[in-house]
């Protein structure tokens, strides 16, 4: 398994509260994603990064703001909650694709399953 | 717009009942397409990247075909322990700098014994 932890792994709170997911990855991968995972929508990409410091917003990035200052750890955060933001939320990390090199498939961690009331 | 189609939604086979999953794609130029298998309560593992029309990737029971406007998964003799959750994904040309992906909604295959 690719060494990648998501913290917490469930999350209860309520409308309005901050909240802060991390991910924590040991196999030193330039590329990290947080993908949100509902019913009839598939796997959508909130934010990612390709560098430390270096982060660009996915599909469904209103609400969302991401940071990562260490290449290990992607942090998630909600500023305010709101109850359309319950979900299962997934890390994933990737290696950059090279010239000459197949294409770096994505790694996922287990997830993080967040209910806002 | 990229845009991936699974089907069907959901499956059940009997054990030693092969069958065969769809993915539909469209894409501003294929990059790559990945398949991938979820157990419930877990995140995503990769099984397959396919790049051209034509090639095929086998792993145990399963064999990922690749066409110019789709994808199939073939389950040959499924077990129960085949029984998952299969996810589509496609790469394009612009997303291909930083590997994004996107994802169909998948489909859910249930073997019973």
């Known amino acids: 398994d690719a060494g990648i932890t998501q913290s917490p792994r469930h999350k209860v709170t309520e409308t309005g509260t901050p909240v802060t997911l991390r991910c924590h990855q040991t196999?030193?991968?330039?590329?990290m994603y947080w993908y949100r995972q509902d019913p009839g929508h598939g796997l959508r990409l909130i934010h990612y990064?390709?560098?430390?410091?270096?982060?660009d917003k996915g599909e469904v990035s209103d609400g969302y703001s991401v940071s990562r200052s260490k290449t290990e750890d992607f942090l998630l955060t909600l500023e305010s909650a709101t109850s359309s933001q319950t979900s299962v939320y997934f890390c994933a990390i990737s290696e950059p694709t090279r010239k000459g090199q197949s294409n770096q498939p994505q790694h996922f961690g287990d997830g993080t399953r967040l209910s806002i009331l | 717009e990229d845009q991936v189609t699974q089907s069907p939604e959901a499956l059940r086979l009997q054990e030693g009942e092969s069958s065969s999953l769809n993915c539909s794609y469209t894409?501003?130029?294929?990059?790559?397409l990945f398949w991938y298998r979820q157990d419930p309560g877990k995140g995503p593992e990769f099984l397959f990247t396919l790049y051209s029309a034509g090639e095929e990737k086998e792993k145990e029971r399963l064999k990922a075909t690749l066409t110019k406007k789709e994808s199939f998964l073939h389950i040959t003799a499924p077990k129960p322990e085949d029984s998952a959750t299969y996810l589509c994904a496609v790469q394009d040309n612009y997303g291909g700098a930083t590997n994004k992906l996107i994802f169909g909604t998948g489909t859910l295959l249930a073997v019973q014994p």
């Open positions: 894409v501003s130029g294929l990059r790559g």
């Open positions: 990064s390709y560098g430390v410091k270096d982060t």
């Open positions: 196999e030193n991968h330039r590329y």
